[in-house]
């Protein structure tokens, strides 16, 4: 026999109003998968034709051109003392040249700056490209 207890609202369980989205999430994804997986890839390229690379010797490099300026502010061209107007015309015929070697410029750690400027403004107002300013200085110990 059954006790007779009363029964409350208490003891039924309350109705659940929200909706399960958690399988609904999941065929979703699936879904997604799948429809990245079916559509083709598609490549975003234009097909052109190229030339080829034409065929061509390699330039022999010139030997690099020495100006020196010495302690005393001379100016040497390929070991020899020449003044500021004989710099400019080795300089016109270098630049005037189909293929100007490059200039390399050293300075003794003495020597007056303006000589350098000198030097350096004569190669610029000759248009020559390749100028380099070689340093002598030794690395510290």
């Given at each position: 026999?059954?006790?007779?207890?009363?029964?409350?609202?208490?003891?039924?369980?309350?109705?659940?109003?929200?909706?399960?989205?958690?399988?609904?999430?999941?065929?979703?994804?699936?879904?997604?998968?799948?429809?990245?997986?079916?559509?083709?890839v598609q490549l975003h390229a234009v097909k052109m034709s190229l030339p080829g690379p034409a065929v061509t010797a390699p330039?022999?490099?010139?030997?690099?051109?020495?100006?020196?300026?010495?302690?005393?502010?001379?100016?040497?061209?390929?070991?020899?003392?020449?003044?500021?107007?004989?710099?400019?015309?080795?300089?016109?015929?270098?630049?005037?040249?189909?293929?100007?070697?490059?200039?390399?410029?050293?300075?003794?750690?003495?020597?007056?700056?303006?000589?350098?400027?000198?030097?350096?403004?004569?190669?610029?107002?000759?248009?020559?490209?390749?100028?380099?300013?070689?340093?002598?200085?030794?690395?510290?110990?």
């Open positions: 026999m059954a006790l007779g207890l009363p029964r409350t609202d208490a003891d039924e369980p309350a109705w659940m109003l929200d909706i399960n989205t958690t399988p609904l999430i999941d065929v979703l994804l699936v879904l997604l998968v799948m429809l990245v997986i079916t559509i083709p330039s022999v490099a010139a030997a690099p051109i020495a100006i020196d300026i010495d302690a005393d502010g001379r100016i040497l061209w390929r070991g020899g003392q020449v003044t500021a107007a004989q710099l400019d015309e080795h300089l016109a015929q270098l630049a005037r040249a189909p293929e100007a070697p490059p200039v390399q410029i050293r300075t003794h750690r003495a020597a007056a700056y303006g000589v350098f400027i000198q030097v350096l403004a004569a190669t610029r107002a000759n248009g020559l490209p390749r100028v380099a300013v070689v340093g002598v200085e030794r690395a510290a110990p």
